[in-house]
C-alpha cells in the first residue's frame, strides 16, 4: 500500500442486473488517488464514471447494482468490507461526492442551513447554536450570505445552489471529493465561477479532487492526472501534461479532433463515427475495435491490457494493441 | 401564514357567492308548483297565490334570490316545504353522520392505503407488488354501492356478523359503522395506495437521498428527514381531495346502508320536490367543501415550503 | 424502472409519433386486456343497437322488457345462464341490452365535457389575463358543489332522462378539462415555433387549431379515457339512487337498485351487474394508462 495514495481501487468491477440483461457498467477497473492531487476522469456518458465514483462511495443502486469483485482501499482500508455503520463515519467526513444536477440533488423540503448541519451534526458533537454558527461560516466560504441559510433550495439559482452541495461536501473538510459533472448543468459562466471555487478551496483546505468531466478543456484547467474511460474500462491514463501532448488510444485521439479549434477554418466537425457499444452485450475483443480508425485484426478477437508507457511520472497507461510492441508485447 | 390563510378565504368569498346564485338558478328550474305540492292537485286559485305570497314565490327572481343570500348570512336556510321545518336545523341533525362516515372512511382508507403503498414500493416487481397492484386496480373500479351491497350480502346476510342497514344508536353504534366506513372509504384506499406507491418510488431513487447518504447519516435519518417528508406531500394533496370526493359520493352509500347522512337528505328532498331542503343542503355542502380544502391547502403549505412561497407572491393571481 | 446511464444503445430510426407509440402500447399486456374488454363492449352495445334496428325493437320488447312471473328470481341456469330478475325476465338479456346506456353515455357525457371545457381551458390559456382570470374563477365555482350532488341538483330540476344526464355529469366535468386544455395551450404558448407562427402573420384562431390543440391532444385524450370510466361510474350510480336512467331501460346500475330488496333469495341479481360496471371501468383504466404510458413514456413509474 502506498501511504501516499489517499484512495486506491483495485480491479472494481460492477454490474447491474436488470430484468432485460446484465449491464457490465465498469469491469476491473483500476485507480489510485494520491493526497491533495486532482484527477480528471473523462468518457462519454454510458462509460462507466459516475458508476464508479458511486461505486467508491457504496452508493451503487439497489438492488440491481453488484459489486462483482475488486477493492476501494481508503488509507489501506477496504471500504467494500466495511458495515454501514461503519462506512457511515468515513462518508461526508473522509470522502465526500457532489452530484450532477444541482436542482435535485437537495432535499426541497428542509433549509440549506440544516442541510449542511446535519453534515455537521452526524459527525461531530456540537450544541444547536454552535451548529447554526459553523453552517454560516461554511456557506460564507462558498460565497453566500450566513443569513441565508433559513432559506430553502427553490429559493437559490442553480449555482447558488450548487455552491450549497460543494458547502455541504467540504463541511468537515473531507480528504477526498468526488465531483460527478458538477457544472454540467449549469451556464458556462456560472461553471468557470464553481470551478474556480472548488480550485481555491481545494488548495485550502488540501482535498485530493476526482473530477468527473466530458469535457476535455474543464480538466485542462483543473486537473493534474487524467483517465479516459471507455465501456466500462480506462483506456488511458496519465498526467494531464502527458495526454494531452501525446494522444495515445485511438478514442482518446477521436475526443481531442472532435473538440473545434477556435483558430481553424472548419466547415464541419469531426466526430468519432458510431456508438459505444452495448453494455449488455461487450465485445469479445477491444470495445472501441468497431469504431476504431487503427484497428487490426487482433482487435477483434483478444481484448487489450493496460500497459504502462512511461511519461513525466512514468504514470502514463493505455489500453491498445497498438503500444503492446513497445513494452515487449 | 396569516397573510395566506386571509388572503385566501377572501378569494372563497365571491366563489360562494357564484355558487350559491347556480344553485339557486338550477333549483329555479324545476317544475311544479311548490303550493300545488304543499295544498295538493286540487287546490283554489286563490289558495295557491296565497301560498305564493307567504313563500314569497311572487317576487321576481333576483328579490328572491337577495333574500335568500341575506337569509343565508344569518344563518337561515330557508324553510322546507313538506314539514315546514327549519332546512338549517334538519341539516345539522344530518350532517354529523355525513361527516363521521366521510372522516372515519378517510382514517381507513389512510390506515390501509398507505402501508399497502409503502410495502409495494419497496418490494417492487415482486409478487406482493404485483398482488397488491391488482388489488388496488379492482378496488378502484369497484363501484362503491356495489361493494357495500356485496359486503351486506356476505356479512350481513350469510354470515350475521353486522347489522345490515340502519344506523343503531347506544351499544350497537360502532358494529353499525363497519361496514359503511369500509365501503365509502374502499375506492380511497385504493387510491391513495398507488399514489403512496408511486410516491415512495420517486423518494427512494431520488438524487437527493445519494447527497443525504454521502452525508454519512443514519439510514433511519435518510428514511424519515428525506424520504418520508417528501413522499408526504402527494399522498396528504391525495387524501384532501378524497376527503372531498366522499362526502359528495356519499350519497349512494347512505342510501345502501340506510344511513342518516346529508346525502340521504338531498335524494329524499328531491323525490318530495323539497326545493329549498334541496339549495339549503346543497350550498351548506359547498361551503363545508370550501372549508376542507382550505385547510387542506394550509396543510399543504406547512409542509411544502415551495407552496409557501407560492402563496406568497400571488396578488390575487390564480395558482 | 429507474434511469441509468448505461442504457443499451438503440438503431436509431426515425418514425412518426403514432407508431411509436402504437408499439409502446402492444408491449402493455394490460392495456391490451383492456383494448379487448372495451372492444368486446362496444361491439355488444352496437349488436343490440342494430337488433333493435333491424327488428323494430321485437327482442328487446320479448326478452328484457316482457314479464314472466314463472320464472321469477330464478337462479342461475343453462336455460337462464344468468338467472332472472323479480319479474321474470332473462338477466343476460337485460345486461347485454343494458351496455349501451353505460357506454354510450359515458363517451357522449365525456366528449360534451372536453369540448366545452376544452375550448374554455384553450381560450384561458391562449389569452391568458384578465380572460384567464375569469374562466378558471367560473371553473372553481363548477368544482366548489361535488360532481355527484351538483349532478343530482341538475337532474332534480330537469328531470330524469338521457338528455338531462348527459348535461348533469358533463357540467361537473368540464374543469377538469379546462385545466387540461388550459395548461396544455400555456406550455405550447411558450415555444418558439408560435412566435414564428405569429410573425408571419397567423392569425389567432390558425395558430389555435393548426399548433395547439394536436399538441394538447395527448393529456387530453389520456385525461377523457379516465374521464368515460368516472362517467361510468356516475351514471350507474345516479340510477342506483334512482335519478339516473329510470326502468324498464336495462342499465346496470338500475338494475341493482331493485335487486337490493331481493338479495337475500336473489344473490345473481346484485352480484352480476355490479360485475359488469366493475369490468368495464377496469377495462377503460387500464386502457387508459396504457395510453398514458405510451403516448409519453416519460411520465411512465
Known amino acids: 500500500m502506498n501511504s501516499d495514495h489517499v484512495i486506491e481501487i483495485k480491479d472494481l468491477t460492477i454490474h447491474y442486473e436488470m430484468r432485460e440483461g446484465t449491464v457490465k457498467a465498469l469491469n476491473n477497473v483500476s485507480l489510485s488517488l494520491k493526497r491533495n492531487s486532482s484527477y480528471g476522469l473523462v468518457g462519454e456518458t454510458g462509460a462507466g464514471k459516475t458508476t464508479l465514483a ?26 467494500l468490507k466495511m458495515s454501514p455503520k461503519e462506512l457511515q463515519k468515513y462518508r461526508g467526513k473522509h470522502i465526500s461526492m457532489i452530484f450532477q444536477d444541482p436542482m435535485t440533488s437537495l432535499n426541497p423540503v428542509v433549509s440549506v442551513g440544516k442541510q449542511i448541519e446535519e453534515s455537521l451534526a452526524a459527525h461531530e458533537n456540537l450544541s444547536g447554536a454552535e451548529l447554526s454558527k459553523r453552517a454560516g461560516e461554511i456557506l460564507e466560504m462558498v460565497g453566500i450570505p450566513a443569513e441565508r441559510a433559513s432559506e430553502f433550495p427553490h429559493q437559490f439559482s442553480g449555482g447558488m445552489k450548487q455552491r450549497v452541495v460543494i458547502a455541504i461536501a467540504l463541511a468537515l473538510d473531507p480528504d477526498v471529493l468526488l465531483a460527478d459533472e458538477p457544472t454540467t448543468a449549469l451556464d458556462v459562466t456560472i461553471q468557470a465561477q464553481v470551478l474556480d471555487m472548488i480550485a481555491n478551496l ?9 473530477l468527473i468531466t466530458h469535457d476535455l478543456g474543464v480538466v485542462a484547467q483543473n486537473c493534474e492526472y487524467v483517465s479516459i474511460m471507455y465501456a466500462g474500462e480506462i483506456v488511458e491514463t496519465g498526467t494531464v501534461h502527458d495526454i494531452f501532448k501525446n494522444k495515445l488510444h485511438p478514442y482518446t485521439e477521436g475526443l481531442f479532433n472532435s473538440i473545434p479549434n477556435i483558430s481553424d477554418q472548419v466547415h464541419r466537425l469531426t466526430p468519432i463515427p458510431g456508438l459505444m457499444p452495448d453494455p449488455t452485450n461487450l465485445p469479445k475483443g477491444c470495445s472501441f475495435c468497431e469504431r476504431c480508425p487503427k484497428a487490426v485484426e487482433q482487435c477483434k478477437t483478444k481484448h487489450p491490457r493496460l500497459i504502462l ?6 504514470s502514463h497507461m493505455v489500453r491498445c494493441f497498438l503500444y503492446e510492441s513497445i513494452n515487449g508485447g | 401564514m396569516k397573510n395566506i390563510i386571509f388572503k385566501r378565504l377572501i378569494m372563497i368569498i365571491p366563489v360562494l357567492l357564484a355558487v350559491t346564485f347556480l344553485v339557486f338558478g338550477i333549483m329555479e328550474m324545476t317544475p311544479g308548483d311548490p303550493a300545488i305540492a304543499i295544498l295538493g292537485a286540487d287546490a283554489t ?12 314565490l311572487d317576487q321576481p327572481f333576483l328579490v328572491r334570490y337577495g333574500k335568500f343570500v341575506l337569509n343565508l348570512l344569518h344563518g337561515d336556510l330557508g324553510t322546507s316545504y313538506k314539514n315546514n321545518l327549519d332546512v338549517m336545523g334538519q341539516l345539522m341533525q344530518r350532517l354529523p353522520n355525513t361527516l363521521l362516515l366521510a372522516g372515519l372512511a378517510l382514517i381507513f382508507a389512510t390506515a390501509v392505503g398507505v402501508p399497502v403503498g409503502i410495502i409495494s414500493a419497496r418490494k417492487q416487481y415482486s409478487l406482493l407488488d404485483n398482488i397488491c397492484m391488482v388489488g388496488t386496480l379492482l378496488g378502484a373500479a369497484a363501484p362503491n354501492f356495489w361493494l357495500g351491497l356485496m359486503l351486506v350480502l356476505f356479512f350481513s346476510l350469510r354470515l350475521g356478523w353486522v347489522p345490515a342497514t340502519g344506523m343503531v344508536s347506544g351499544a350497537g353504534f360502532a358494529k353499525s359503522l363497519i361496514m359503511p366506513v369500509i365501503t365509502l372509504g374502499f375506492q380511497s384506499a385504493a387510491l391513495i395506495a398507488r399514489m403512496t406507491r408511486s410516491a415512495m418510488l420517486d423518494v427512494l431513487r431520488a438524487d437527493y437521498v445519494d447527497t443525504a447518504r454521502s452525508k454519512g447519516i443514519s439510514e433511519s435519518q435518510v428514511t424519515f428527514r428525506h424520504q418520508f417528508r417528501n413522499a408526504l406531500i402527494p399522498i396528504v394533496t391525495t387524501m384532501g381531495l378524497q376527503l372531498g370526493v366522499m362526502i359528495g359520493g356519499a350519497v349512494t352509500v347512505e342510501t345502501v346502508f340506510a344511513w342518516p347522512g346529508i346525502g340521504r337528505y338531498i335524494l329524499e328532498s328531491i323525490n318530495l320536490k323539497d326545493t329549498p331542503c334541496v339549495l339549503g343542503a346543497v350550498v351548506m355542502l359547498a361551503i363545508i367543501l370550501a372549508i376542507i380544502n382550505l ?11 415551495r407552496i409557501k412561497s407560492q402563496y406568497e407572491t400571488i396578488t390575487g393571481k390564480r395558482r | 424502472m429507474a434511469q441509468h446511464k448505461d442504457t443499451k444503445a438503440i438503431a436509431i430510426r426515425s418514425r412518426s409519433l403514432l407508431q411509436e407509440s402504437w408499439l409502446r402500447f402492444r408491449e402493455n399486456k394490460t392495456a391490451i386486456a383492456g383494448m379487448t374488454i372495451l372492444v368486446i363492449l362496444i361491439i355488444i352495445s ?19 322488457i316482457s314479464q314472466n312471473l314463472r320464472q321469477k328470481l330464478a337462479l342461475p341456469s343453462a336455460a337462464h345462464p344468468f338467472g332472472c330478475d323479480e319479474y321474470g325476465r332473462d338477466l343476460l338479456f337485460r345486461m347485454l341490452w ?13 366528449c360534451l365535457a372536453t369540448i366545452f371545457g376544452g375550448t374554455l381551458g384553450a381560450i384561458a390559456g391562449y389569452y391568458g389575463g384578465k380572460v384567464d382570470n375569469f ?26 332522462n338521457m338528455r338531462n344526464l348527459l348535461i348533469a355529469l358533463a357540467i361537473p366535468g368540464i374543469p377538469k378539462y379546462a385545466r387540461v386544455l388550459r395548461s396544455s395551450v400555456m406550455t405550447v404558448k411558450g415555444s418558439e415555433y408560435i412566435e414564428a407562427a405569429k410573425a408571419v402573420g397567423a392569425s389567432d384562431k390558425l395558430i389555435i387549431l393548426e399548433y395547439i390543440i394536436p399538441n394538447a391532444m395527448t393529456p387530453l385524450i389520456v385525461q377523457a379515457t379516465l374521464g368515460v370510466s368516472n362517467a361510468i361510474m356516475s351514471i350507474a350510480g345516479l340510477s342506483f339512487i334512482g335519478l339516473g336512467i329510470q326502468p324498464p331501460a336495462p342499465e346496470w346500475g338500475s338494475i341493482l337498485s331493485s335487486a337490493r330488496t331481493y338479495m337475500r333469495d336473489a344473490w345473481h341479481i346484485s352480484v352480476i351487474p355490479g360485475l359488469a360496471i366493475m369490468i368495464s371501468i377496469l377495462a377503460l383504466n387500464l386502457f387508459g394508462d396504457g395510453l398514458r404510458d405510451a403516448l409519453d413514456p416519460k411520465l411512465k413509474k
Open chain 3, 46 to 64: 352496437i349488436s343490440t343497437i342494430v337488433i333493435d334496428l333491424v327488428d323494430g325493437g321485437a327482442t328487446y320488447d320479448k326478452y328484457v
Open chain 3, 98 to 110: 343494458g351496455a349501451r346506456y353505460s357506454l354510450f353515455s359515458g363517451i357522449a357525457c365525456i
Open chain 2, 295 to 305: 385547510i387542506v391547502d394550509i396543510i399543504y403549505a406547512y409542509i411544502d415550503p
Open chain 2, 45 to 56: 286559485p286563490e289558495s295557491i297565490s296565497l301560498v305564493h305570497q307567504q313563500l314569497g
Open chain 1, 202 to 210: 481545494r488548495t485550502k483546505l488540501g482535498t485530493s479532487l476526482l
Open chain 3, 135 to 160: 374562466i378558471m374563477r367560473l371553473m372553481d365555482v363548477m368544482m366548489a358543489v361535488p360532481a355527484t350532488i351538483l349532478a343530482m341538483a341538475i337532474v332534480a330540476a330537469l328531470g330524469a
Open chain 1, 54 to 79: 458511486k461505486g467508491i462511495m457504496r452508493l451503487t443502486p439497489t438492488p440491481y447494482g453488484k459489486v462483482k469483485s475488486g477493492e476501494i482501499l481508503y488509507e489501506g482500508k477496504d471500504l
Open chain 1, 309 to 314: 508507457i512511461g511519461g513525466e511520472e512514468n
